[in-house]
């Protein structure tokens, strides 16, 4: 039977899922929650692993050493490289790097705000991303680091969902989600079921 392996992304536990975005997946498959992106490298990978990362956890999980054994992966807020899309992002990337090197509590606070702004509430958005934080102190700058890196091509389908006012990834045409980086924040059950209509 297949199972679903859940990735956070940068700075973020798995609390960072709402309730009706987990139970619209669990109702389907049993469900990895993976709580740190750190973590990822860990996760249980098999030839029925659906994985689904957000953002830095979708590139993580395509750099897992059994990445070829899953059953797919599904990434959100992330498409092949970062900042897809957005070449502003992309090339803000190095100096965002270097900071959180720096002054990392105030790095992911930067990220924070710049995360929300595609959400219809993004004072909501930015209370319920700083209440999933992960301590600064368990952040791995080296993780981070692997969105310097294009995401490798994987013997293995990928399928991007992207929402339509993502700031760090767009994909155009008719293929967005609602909502922006914190989609799912915006409209859990929409989009739990284009994670379930892509399996």
């Known amino acids: 039977m297949l199972r679903l392996v859940v990735v956070p992304g940068f700075a ?14 669990e109702a389907q498959y049993p469900v990895d929650w993976v709580d740190r992106v750190e973590d990822a490298f ?14 830095l956890g979708a590139r993580v999980l395509a750099a897992h050493s059994r990445i070829a ?18 070449p502003d992002q992309q ?10 090197a720096e002054a990392p509590r105030e790095t992911v606070r930067r990220f ?7 959400e219809p509430v993004p004072r909501e958005a930015f209370r ?5 934080a992960t301590p600064v102190n368990q952040i791995d700058v080296n993780v981070l680091s692997l969105l310097a890196d294009p995401m490798p091509n994987l013997a293995i389908p990928v399928t991007p969902l992207v929402g339509a006012s993502d700031p ?5 045409g008719d293929r967005c989600l609602p909502g922006g980086h914190l989609g799912f924040l915006t409209d859990p059950e929409r989009w ?8």
């Not at 973020?12 to 997946?25: G, H, V």
């Not at 090339?91 to 959180?100: D, G, K, N, Q, R």
């Not at 760090?168 to 155009?172: K, N, P, S, Y």
């Open 12 to 25: 973020t536990r798995a609390t960072i899922w709402p309730k009706r975005f987990r139970e619209s997946l």
């Open 42 to 55: 860990e996760a249980p990978i098999t030839s029925e692993a659906v994985l689904v990362g957000w953002s």
């Open 69 to 86: 054994e899953a059953h797919r992966l599904i990434t959100l807020g992330y498409h092949r490289s970062f900042g897809w899309g957005v």
């Open 91 to 100: 090339a803000a990337l190095p100096a965002f790097i270097e900071s959180f």
């Open 112 to 118: 924070q705000h710049l995360s929300v702004r595609g």
């Open 128 to 132: 319920q991303l700083a209440a999933a």
């Open 168 to 172: 760090l990834c767009q994909l155009g």
């Open 192 to 199: 739990a079921s284009a994670i379930l209509e892509s399996i």
